[in-house]
């Protein structure tokens, strides 16, 4: 496997992988039973100068390639999911303002992004827009100096945590669908904005997921990001490098979903010998091994395209699905293998499954990411 | 301002090692190399040091060609530069020949204020190459250091012994052997590890060093490594009624006269 | 006419390791024991000793005695030097061994005669492993607390004592000597141990750890992962750069059994694991065993022990 990676993505994993084991892992269940933001960790993250990995050293970034990234978010998820998720939702917002973004609104926000100076968020979800974008109503008109954005977006990931969001709203009232839409950098102290409802989660509870609730909220027109109606580009662009830091993070939960099935199994025993004797356990193991090997190349073959500056939306995609998908699949046969404390709270399984059923929803469902691929395929 | 040297050594990951059940024989073949536990210890005093007080911290290492891949992993974790010997002596070298070498190479490399080693590697734990260079380079010894302070020129140290601390002075030179719990090692930063690669790696050649051909070899003769072999009982009870268990070995311990 | 020579800044150390540098001995071999303080210096009279040479450092560091003591190892060519396997002693054979461009045999386990030469024991890798070495003269050996046994009283030598003073080359200086005051007991002096490993889930758990131990009247100790959680003093656990122990009795309860801490408990009389993988090393290096959960099995042991 060495020489498929480069000395420095291997020595990133390792750091990853040890700060995971000492620093994540025995803070992984109580995070997800009292649904704490994970605080300490994202700081520690920040001192391991990894909370803005794939982004230039000139603006404070890791200046790592996306293979890297990757490998860490792997490391990460296989010992705390919401960690990694609040590490990636934050990440991404720094991508549209250095890819769209005047110099100005680089050196005035990705810096203190890529410092976890300030903590950024993603919104483009409403009531009416989960997979059709193009049902976004939250508006935006010019008014004087400023931008009045009002409506809700909801399901947002650091919701009540982020100082920075980038909000898609429209801006053109006569438009439908996914035209004239547009992209602002939103910042909580300049144009205060409520947080609403706090999202009760199945699983990845960790992770805060709220409402943002904008009322009259002025945003100056200098936070506008690239050109109006260039909204929907803008979160297409972006949500590219989201998917294969989503494929990143459920290889990650599938590997632990292995790691952990294979040491119960050799432990439980039954009949006088351990489970691991069975030739269906066996196989079990086997097929997630093989689907997780799978979904790992798919991972880093979309994050190669991305570091060589290539198309790569597909590929993203089948990443994602595949990773998503094989996750969910690895966590009912992990539940499964433990029996009875595979159900149980306190049993590390019990929540990799309820953490993984989202992977299947966010960041494209699997249908959209079906529509994606058949999209590219069939013209 | 302190100029530091560190020397740690690339060893074989003991957790990969094998014995053969029957002939006792170790399998190597399977383990990954690794910089010595206890070395990363030293090399964060080391990197904290300098980090405090200014200065300069060095790497060095002795090793056989596979040290070359340790070379990053170090840069990343506190040293500027890294010297490193790679040379097929090292498979057979003791702590003798280990030292010989360090000396000789420290010589080349310049002027020091302080050589710090772990107080042994993790595959042999000799605890010798310290002291040793200490004697080879005419610098003061300080072993078993748990604590490490500059000041006005000196070191300070504290040395954990049996039953006391020993709080020592030192002028420079001086070559101070660390304990493992003398800190907790840093995990690499993101930006260290990309920048590693750009740091100085220079590579000395054994035959620069200038040494007789006897001070690299080991003077004890090793006459064979075998797997530790415990001779114990190894009666295990595995029933699935764990009452029956704990009746069984209550039977076993009282009649050994242990409970 | 040939000549052991052992050395040991504790005076008690040194008379331990006569019976040692007795094995060695030919019929004319003499033994010289180096000591660097007289407190104590009387044990070794009539222990089995020819001569007592105290070497007394003027700066008070048993350390500064290193070149002087080097010296006298060139000059008289001793067969060997047992050296005692302390801090102090180990610094002093390694600066020995370097001046006298010599090898050194650490933590030797075992010493023997053997076709004219002296062969030693000791583990490496960790404890995986053990290396046999074939010393040349003078054969310098750090002996492992193992080896250390009560000499036999005789009283047929003459013993003769002499002492020089050594002076320091002042280079170093000794601000304070700080006792450390142990939080715990003295593990490497417990007669009975239970040790935790990763196996124990939560602090909370070593309560009924607690209570066995004080059942059996054992010492707690941990392995060196769970050091790590600071449920037991620092530095307290059982490992190769922990501590090495030998009790009558060695009870361990999710202690997988790492090469390292295997090594540190393989002088116990009797070992006893508890763990719930059958595979795990620890049974490899026990004598009796229970393949379980040690949540059943500990409070199943209170209850018989209570009976």
Request: glycine residues 8%.
């Amino acid at each position: 496997m060495n020489s498929l990676f480069t000395e420095e993505q291997l020595l990133l994993q390792a750091a990853a992988r040890e700060f995971a084991e000492k620093e994540l892992q025995p803070r992984a269940a109580r995070i997800d039973q009292e649904a704490v933001f994970p605080e300490e960790a994202m700081k520690m993250l920040a001192e391991l100068e990894m909370t803005g990995i794939p982004y230039p050293q000139e603006y404070g970034g890791g200046g790592a390639d996306m293979i890297s990234y990757a490998l860490i978010l792997e490391e990460l998820a296989k010992q705390c999911e919401a960690t990694a998720l609040t590490l990636s939702s934050h990440t991404m917002a720094a991508a549209p303002i250095l890819t769209f973004g005047a110099k100005e609104q680089i050196t005035r926000f990705v810096p203190a992004l890529n410092s976890l100076r300030k903590i950024g968020a993603f919104a483009l979800t409403e009531a009416g827009a989960g997979s059709d974008a193009g049902g976004i109503v939250t508006s935006a008109v010019l008014d004087g100096d400023d931008y009045v954005i009002n409506g809700t977006k909801i399901f947002i990931t650091n919701g009540d945590k982020c100082d920075i969001v980038l909000l898609f709203a429209r801006t053109d009232p006569a438009s439908k669908g996914n035209k004239g839409l547009s992209a602002f950098i939103v910042e909580k102290k300049v144009s205060d904005f409520e947080v609403g409802k706090h999202e009760d989660k199945m699983g990845i509870r960790g992770s805060h997921t709220t409402e943002l609730i904008f009322r009259n909220c002025r945003v100056p027109k200098e936070n506008l990001l690239g050109k109006p109606g260039e909204g929907l580009k803008i979160a297409l662009t972006t949500l590219v490098g989201g998917r294969i830091a989503i494929a990143a993070q459920a290889v990650g939960v599938a590997q632990a979903c292995l790691d952990e099935s294979i040491n119960y199994a050799k432990e439980r025993h039954q009949f006088g010998r351990p489970l691991a004797s069975n030739q269906a356990i066996q196989w079990m193991i086997a097929d997630m091994a093989k689907d997780v090997a799978a979904a790992r190349l798919l991972t880093h073959h979309a994050a190669k395209l991305f570091d060589l500056g290539e198309p790569c939306g597909t590929q993203a995609s089948i990443a994602k699905l595949f990773a998503s998908e094989a996750a969910m699949n690895h966590a009912i046969k992990a539940v499964q293998i433990h029996g009875g404390y595979g159900y149980v709270r306190g049993t590390k399984v019990e929540r990799l499954f309820r953490d993984v059923k989202v992977m299947e929803i966010f960041e494209g469902t699997s249908e959209v990411h079906r529509m994606i691929i058949s999209g590219s395929l069939i013209k | 301002m302190p100029n530091v040297i560190v020397c740690y050594k690339w060893v074989l990951d003991e957790q990969d090692i094998s014995v053969n059940e029957n002939t006792l024989e170790l399998n190597l073949s399977r383990a990954k190399s690794k910089i010595s536990d206890y070395d990363r210890n030293a090399i964060e005093a080391g990197a904290r040091l300098v980090e405090r007080f200014g200065g300069k911290l060095t790497a060095l290492s002795y090793g056989t060609s596979d040290v070359k891949s340790s070379l990053k992993d170090t840069l990343s974790r506190g040293p500027e530069a890294v010297y490193w010997i790679g040379d097929a002596t090292a498979t057979k070298a003791d702590a003798y020949v280990t030292a010989n070498v360090l000396a000789a190479a420290i010589k080349q490399i310049g002027s020091f204020d302080i050589v710090i080693c772990a107080e042994g590697s993790a595959d042999q734990y000799s605890q010798q190459v310290g002291p040793r260079l200490a004697a080879l380079l005419g610098a003061a010894a300080v072993t078993f250091a748990n604590q490490l302070d500059w000041a006005d020129g000196q070191l300070v140290a504290h040395r954990k012994l049996e039953n006391s601390i020993e709080v020592l002075r030192t002028d420079a030179p001086v070559v101070a052997s660390v304990l493992p719990e003398i800190n907790e090692a840093r995990i690499p930063a993101l930006k260290q590890v990309l920048a590693a690669g750009k740091k100085p790696m220079t590579e000395l050649k054994i035959s620069d060093l200038q040494l007789d051909a006897a001070k690299l070899q080991p003077k004890n003769k090793v006459d064979k490594i075998k797997g530790a072999v415990f001779n114990r009982k190894n009666i295990i009870f595995k029933e699935s009624n764990a009452a029956e268990n704990v009746s069984k070995l209550l039977d076993c311990l009282k009649k050994e006269s242990v409970v | 006419m040939s000549e052991i020579w052992i050395y040991s800044e504790t005076p008690v150390v040194a008379a331990q390791l006569l019976p040692c540098a007795n094995n060695l001995a030919y019929d004319d071999t003499t033994i010289s024991v180096f000591l660097t303080t007289t407190t104590d210096a009387e044990t070794l009279i009539n222990s089995g000793a020819d001569s007592v040479r105290i070497l007394i450092p003027t700066d008070g560091r048993p350390e500064s005695c290193v070149p002087v003591l080097a010296e006298k190892i060139r000059a008289e060519n001793p067969l060997a030097v047992l050296f005692g396997g302390t801090c102090r002693g180990k610094e002093v054979a390694a600066r020995c061994a370097a001046l006298l461009d010599a090898g050194l045999v650490s933590d030797a386990l075992a010493i023997r005669k053997e076709a004219g030469c002296i062969e030693t024991d000791r583990m490496v890798y960790g404890g995986l492993a053990v290396a046999t070495e074939i010393l040349t003269a003078p054969a310098l050996i750090v002996v492992s607390p193992v080896l250390l046994a009560s000499p036999e009283p005789d009283d047929t030598r003459l013993c003769s004592v002499t002492r020089e003073d050594v002076a320091g080359d002042g280079t170093i200086t000794v601000k304070e000597t700080i006792a450390i005051a142990r939080t715990g007991a003295d593990l490497s002096k417990a007669d009975k141990i239970v040790c935790v490993g990763r196996g124990v889930a939560k602090r909370e758990d070593l309560e009924m750890v607690y209570k066995l131990a004080e059942l059996i009247e054992a010492e707690v100790s941990c392995t060196r992962a769970v050091n790590e959680y600071q449920w037991f003093p620092p530095e307290s656990y059982i490992g190769i750069s922990g501590f090495k122990v030998n009790p009558t009795l060695y009870l361990s309860f999710g202690v997988s059994g790492q090469v390292q801490h295997l090594s540190g408990i393989r002088d116990s009389k009797i070992i006893v694991a508890v763990d719930s993988n059958e595979k795990a090393p620890v049974f490899t290096a026990a004598d009796y065993g229970i393949v379980g959960d040690l949540y059943e099995v500990i409070p199943l042991l209170i209850s018989a022990l209570q009976d």
